[in-house]
């Protein structure tokens, strides 16, 4: 289950699986069910079969906390097929599965277009220039604030 693209993978498929059978009725009734005391969780890896209180039993186990130190998350996922042997006369199968995979890593680009820190024009810093004097050619520099104050006042017309 799951192992076709192995090559596109640097460890094996890790998961617990779980199998319900078609119960032939339709929903709102349950379409597919185990019995919890005789149905078993199937680890990829090892083979071995664990119960569902044992879940957290087979996480501990050193095959899967390779994969949880390598930065692996549980994940659960489902699929409906083809029964390889017919039990209870149904033809299909839901296959329930706990497994590990990779966290997203958020710099992949899906869209093909380029985040904004790329596309916007980054800020380059100027060196700094000599400051132009801004005053007319005909300005004078003061000399006495006391002057000034008398040139500048206008008389205000009433």
């Known amino acids: 289950m799951y192992q076709n693209n192995k090559s596109n993978y640097s460890m094996p498929f890790c998961g617990l699986t779980l199998k319900l059978y078609e119960t ?3 929903a709102p009734s349950y379409e597919y069910s185990a019995s919890s005391t005789k149905a078993k969780f199937m680890c990829s890896l090892t083979k071995k079969l664990y119960g569902i209180s044992q879940v957290m039993e087979w996480y501990n186990t050193p ?3 390779a994969y949880a130190k390598a930065g692996y998350n549980l994940k659960w996922g489902s699929k409906i097929q083809q029964a390889k042997e017919t039990k209870y006369g149904a033809d299909t199968e839901q296959v329930v599965t706990l497994y590990m995979v990779k ?4 710099n ?3 869209d093909g277009l380029k985040p ?3 596309t916007m024009p980054q800020y380059k810093p100027q060196p700094m220039t000599e400051a132009q004097p801004s005053a007319p050619d005909n300005a ?7 002057d000034m104050d008398k ?3 206008d008389e205000i017309p009433f």
């Open 24 to 26: 032939q009725k339709k």
């Open 103 to 106: 966290p997203f890593n958020g």
């Open 116 to 118: 904004v820190g790329q």
């Open 63 to 65: 095959e899967v906390q």
């Open 108 to 110: 992949q680009n899906v």
């Open 151 to 153: 040139s500048m006042d």
């Open 140 to 146: 004078m520099p003061v000399e006495n604030i006391n």
